[in-house]
């Protein structure tokens, strides 16, 4: 169902991924995921974590005005638990769209984390009630209630393209998106690439420390 009109909407039924599913994706590296989707479908460095914790589940998309934070608030209610709430603040990096009173909302709510691309504030108390948050800034402004916005329509993260239903995977090295119709192919990619891994990390551990296809690229090139 979908309350208002273009610009400033609310979708509530959005197509989701099965849990089970989505909770398979805990146990894997977001290097590992992006390497599976062909090293696309990540967000930029830009997007850092802030309190320190990993993060995984279903995307709810807020596109919000710059200095605007009414539709992330109702995001919140929005969500469903573990579902993590991605907001893109269309450049704004001054204006926190989060911070410890809304933190404790969703903690209560048992939401998943936050991504927003843009500012956040409060990291101290939104690292001591740990919840996973992420951002490209930090910042000690505040924001109106105001609107427009959107709630569960595409927007884009950290130069990534996220729909809502997408699964959301965080960790110290980044984020990474996975689009819901292609959860069940990409996690089958991972776990075979993380297989490999494990193969080659045997092979370096029995001493085999180089490996041979590079000089075999380096000779097809003409370099040796």
Do not use: Q, W
């Not at 989505?22 to 390497?35: C, L, M, P, Q, Y």
């Not at 990993?54 to 929005?78: F, I, Q, S, W, Y």
């Not at 393209?161 to 991972?190: K, M, Q, S, W």
Request: overall charge negative; hydrophobic content about 45%.
């Amino acid at each position: 169902m979908v309350h208002g009109k273009i610009g400033f909407r609310i979708r509530t039924d959005v197509p989701r991924p099965p849990a089970e599913l989505v909770g398979r994706f805990r146990e894997h590296a977001t290097s590992n995921i992006g390497d599976a989707m062909g090293r696309f479908h990540f967000m930029d460095f830009g997007i850092r974590p802030r309190s320190g914790l990993p993060l995984c589940g279903v995307a709810v998309t807020v596109d919000a005005r710059p200095g605007d934070n009414l539709m992330v608030h109702k995001a919140l209610e929005v969500a469903k638990p573990g579902d993590i709430v991605v907001v893109n603040t269309n450049g704004n990096t001054t204006s926190a769209v989060f911070g410890e009173l809304m933190c404790r909302t969703a903690v209560g709510a048992k939401l998943g984390g936050i991504i927003v691309d843009g500012a956040i504030r409060d990291i101290d108390a939104i690292t001591a009630l740990g919840f996973p948050a992420y951002s490209r800034a930090v910042c000690a402004g505040g924001c109106d209630k105001d609107g427009p916005g959107e709630v569960n329509f595409p927007i884009a993260c950290g130069n990534a393209v996220v729909t809502p239903g997408d699964i959301i995977v965080g960790d110290v090295d980044g984020v990474v998106v996975v689009a819901r119709e292609d959860a069940e192919e990409v996690l089958r990619l991972t776990i075979a690439l993380v297989e490999r891994e494990r193969a080659r990390i045997a092979e370096i551990d029995a001493g085999g420390l180089f490996k041979e296809e590079i000089n075999e690229t380096l000779r097809k090139k003409g370099v040796l």
